[in-house]
């Protein structure tokens, strides 16, 4: 008698809104972070949309990038107010979107996660909330914009607000924090332990790796760097909490003691409030330091630039997590930072890392010296680093972390 054949019912396809405050072809941390963790969720299998704002008025409303597609909504163009206008339109599309999801995911949550919150709980949908940066939930994160408008942090009014609005936040089902820093701040905020979740940011470990020799020949050939100079490379936002302001002046005493030296500063400071571009450019100027330190600007791929150097130095001052510091690490540079933030939880002192005191030109000088006096200690930090990354910090990992989380929650509410 023949056996009759039962056919297996294929599992619900995830599909999974991420809604962003910036995406590419905006550069930044959180842009990449957000573009990675789209695709590489596509990559498993789920079906993923991207709501973001149209931050420049020559981006397309609708497009696919790769294999994501990506709706840009108003208000249009740069401009801090701008941003807070973004709650209100994606709260709109969350709504006109209900139908093609089953989970929200908000990077970060300092603006989007009110609405995602309320659209969702009003939907009966998991939402999960991805802290970016410090002070998201304290509301410390917004202190310098407030106070331009005129209201102190303390004050009574931010307060209340800041209240008012942690307690819509913390109905989201999960947060996920990159750091123990970030997860503290969650739970001193009454955040309930089991509603938190550590996953750090990733990195694309087969294209952030150590150049070869030839390669990284050409990659100097190409940027105009001698055999012999001694290149030090920083890349992200030049904003002053970066510690770029104490990194010029480290470097007036490093180009005294090591006239090969050249400093890349890669990045560009934009329409950040923080931003200190011009006030860097004008002390290189004044200072006298344009054939040692050289404004590279934004740009869509640090790579070339990473595979030319021989060491990466951040010395920033507030720091959540610092991918700009995984991805130099995965490249196998020998890496000079901080103990802030985020960094201590990725970086082990005098193993994968040399740190210096935060705000301090004199330890930061001390250590770019050293690590151009001993290639030793530089090829010895630099190998242990792309161990770091590799073993904690691939993005294929990360990629699954987030699908099993996505997934548990997506299914309890099936």
């Not at 959180?30 to 020559?58: D, K, N, P, Y």
């Not at 791929?301 to 510091?325: N, S, W």
């Amino acid at each position: 008698m023949a056996r009759l054949s039962v056919p297996t019912r294929k599992p619900k396809q995830l599909r999974i809104c991420l809604v962003a405050e910036t995406y590419p072809p905006e550069v930044g941390g959180g842009e990449t972070q957000a573009r990675m963790l789209a695709g590489g969720l596509i990559e498993r299998g789920c079906e993923v949309f991207v709501l973001t704002r149209r931050s420049q008025h020559a981006l397309a409303r609708e497009e696919r990038m790769g294999p994501v597609p990506v709706r840009r909504l108003a208000p249009a163009g740069r401009g801090q107010l701008k941003k807070w206008g973004l709650a209100v339109s994606a709260g709109a599309a969350l709504v006109r979107t209900r139908r093609q999801y089953d989970v929200v995911l908000a990077c970060p949550f300092r603006i989007l996660g009110v609405p995602a919150v309320l659209v969702t709980g009003m939907l009966g949908r998991p939402c999960i909330l991805k802290a970016e940066t410090n002070g998201e939930m304290s509301g410390a994160f917004f202190t310098p914009g407030l106070a331009r408008l005129g209201l102190p942090g303390a004050s009574w009014v931010v307060r209340l607000m800041v209240r008012a609005r942690n307690r819509i936040l913390k109905r989201a089902t999960v947060f996920v924090a990159l750091s123990s820093a970030i997860e503290t701040e969650l739970r001193e905020h009454g955040v309930p332990p089991d509603a938190i979740h550590r996953i750090p940011n990733g990195v694309d470990a087969e294209r952030f790796r150590p150049p070869s020799a030839d390669e990284r020949q050409a990659r100097r050939h190409a940027l105009g760097i001698a055999a012999d100079d001694s290149v030090f490379a920083f890349t992200g936002r030049l904003v002053s909490y970066k510690g770029l302001p104490v990194l010029l002046r480290a470097w007036e005493a490093v180009r005294s003691t090591v006239p090969s030296a050249r400093l890349l500063l890669i990045g560009s400071g934009g329409a950040d409030i923080h931003s200190c571009e011009s006030e860097l450019r004008r002390y290189v100027h004044t200072h006298g330091l344009e054939a040692s330190v050289t404004f590279v600007g934004e740009t869509p791929d640090v790579v070339p630039y990473l595979h030319a150097a021989d060491a990466f130095v951040f010395p920033t001052e507030k720091e959540a997590f610092g991918i700009a510091l995984i991805e130099a690490m995965a490249c196998g540079l020998p890496v000079i930072t901080t103990p802030v933030g985020g960094i201590p939880d990725i970086v082990t002192p005098e193993r994968d890392a040399i740190l210096v005191r935060p705000g301090d030109p004199d330890s930061l000088c001390s250590a770019i010296v050293r690590l151009h006096a001993d290639p030793e200690l530089a090829s010895r930090l630099g190998r242990a680093a792309r161990e770091t990354v590799t073993a904690r910090y691939a993005h294929t990992t990360v990629v699954g972390r987030y699908l099993d989380l996505l997934r548990h929650h997506a299914d309890s509410v099936r």
